[in-house]
Nanobody
Framework: QVQLVESGGGLVQPGDSLRLSCVAS????????MGWFRQAPGKERESVAA????????YYQDSVKGRFDISKDNAKKTVYLQMGSLKPEDTAVYYC?????????????????????WGKGTLVTVSS
């Protein structure tokens, strides 16, 4: 089992940037990928981005391409989500997730079912 703890959420204005962090602990030696999901008020949780632990392969949801950047520091067992040009519609609880299963279809269409460990979430509010 992998334990995940997110940090970095907060209140920002439209157009601002924000960086989220997620530290993994536990059975990190078996990690295949880590990712970010988000859940806006009244909506279902959706995927945002993912990164493969042993390489730099990434996945981004279309709505965040060009604005968000996912990266990692293997030594620190940390994954980051750099968010730029934030919009009010980016307001959500952002969840860090991880998987030890090497499902290749993850890179075509990231879904909740691909992940087996979850953090508790960090709130990002974009408002003027």
């Amino acid at each position: 089992q992998v334990q995940l703890v997110e940090s970095g959420g907060g209140l920002v204005q439209p157009g601002d940037s924000l960086r989220l962090s997620c530290v993994a602990s536990g059975r990190t030696f078996s990690l295949y990928a880590m990712g970010w999901f988000r859940q806006a008020p009244g909506k279902e949780r959706e995927s945002v981005a993912a990164i493969r632990w042993s390489s730099s392969r990434t996945y981004y949801q279309d709505s965040v391409k060009g604005r968000f950047d996912i990266s990692k520091d293997n030594a620190k067992k940390t994954v980051y989500l750099q968010m730029g040009s934030l919009k009010p519609e980016d307001t959500a609880v952002y969840y860090c997730a991880a998987t030890t299963s090497g499902r290749m279809d993850l890179w075509e269409n990231l879904r909740e079912e691909h992940m087996d460990s979850w953090g508790k979430g960090t709130l990002v509010t974009v408002s003027s």
